[in-house]
Each structure stands twice: as structure tokens, then as C-alpha cells.
């Protein structure tokens, strides 16, 4: 996707923690800030302590880690939006425009459940694919694309 407006670095967030968790939109929504952790050294992105809602056998979090340059650039400049005293609760926020630098800035309305499901949908729209087409595209798509990819 061309450009980095709010919407745009929100949704490439999104897409980047459901696919490389393999999530369901419930399980992306109710990511914290406190379980994705910037690892300085090895220039990646750690997720810990997702709790998975239709697990089969004990209930254990689980941990999933992000390394590809591009994605850890993009969780970056979408952490960067926020600043450090409010990087508490919910990972996922509306972004707002900032029309005084280049970086949009972060707001405390978090995404529900319905928005992270219909965030593939604005995704298939913005590559231009036709609205019948493109409503095919749900929250599951992380998921699966996630399964497929790994």
C-alpha cells in the first residue's frame, strides 16, 4: 500500500501482528502494550502473553516474534505515534492526522472487534480490488494467510 496516512499505518500494523500471530480478530484486539516488546539488539519485535480463545488442551499464552525489516519499521513508526506515558492498555488505537509534522499522532479510542475485522476489507479496497470482491476479505483472512505463510 502506497502512502502512510493514519488509516494506512494502522492497518499495515494490524495486518503485521495478525499474520505473523496467526490471530483471530478477538485475540489482535486484546493485544496490550505490554505484550509487544521492542528487542533492540536483534532489531525485532516480541509478542508474548496472547492468550488463545479456542485452544485445544491447557490454556498457555503464546509468543510470536516479528524480524523482517519492513514490518519492524512499520510497528516503529506506528509506536512512535504515541507517547511513552500513554503506552498502557490496548495496543491497537485510532490514529488522528497531525497536520503539523509527518507522523500522525495516537488517540486513546482503541479498535474493537468489528474495525480489526474489517481492516483485510479496507486493505482489498485500497489495492483496487472491486467492492464484491473485496468484501470477501474478513478478520479470518490474518489467520489464515498467517497459517499459510509459516
Known amino acids: 500500500m ?8 494502522l492497518w499495515k500494523a494490524v495486518m503485521i501482528v495478525g499474520v505473523y ?4 480478530r478477538v485475540e489482535t484486539t486484546f493485544v496490550e502494550w ?3 516488546l521492542l528487542n533492540k539488539a536483534a ?21 510470536f516474534a516479528i524480524t523482517d525489516d519492513v514490518s519492524v519499521n512499520v510497528l516503529k ?7 511513552q506515558s500513554e503506552r498502557r492498555g490496548r495496543f491497537f488505537r ?10 500522525p499522532r495516537g488517540s486513546n479510542r482503541t479498535l474493537g472487534i468489528n474495525m480489526i475485522g474489517k481492516v483485510p476489507y ?29
Not at 532489531?43 to 509468543?63: A, C, E, N, Y
Not at 513508526?77 to 507517547?83: A, E, I, K
Request: hydrophobic fraction near 40%; charge should be positive; glycine fraction near 10%.
Open 122 to 150: 479496507f486493505i482489498a479496497l485500497r489495492l483496487d480490488i472491486p467492492g464484491e470482491d473485496a468484501a470477501k476479505y474478513t478478520g479470518h483472512a490474518f489467520r489464515v494467510t498467517g497459517a499459510a505463510a509459516h
Open 2 to 9: 502506497v502512502g502512510d496516512g493514519p488509516d494506512t499505518l
Open 43 to 63: 532489531d525485532s519485535f516480541l509478542v508474548s502473553g496472547i492468550m488463545r480463545r479456542k485452544q485445544v488442551g491447557p490454556k498457555r499464552p503464546s509468543t
Open 21 to 24: 500471530g496467526c490471530l483471530r
Open 77 to 83: 513508526r506506528y509506536m512512535s505515534c504515541f507517547p
Open 94 to 103: 485510532k490514529l488522528l492526522p497531525n497536520f503539523a509534522g509527518s507522523l
Open 34 to 36: 505490554s505484550n509487544v
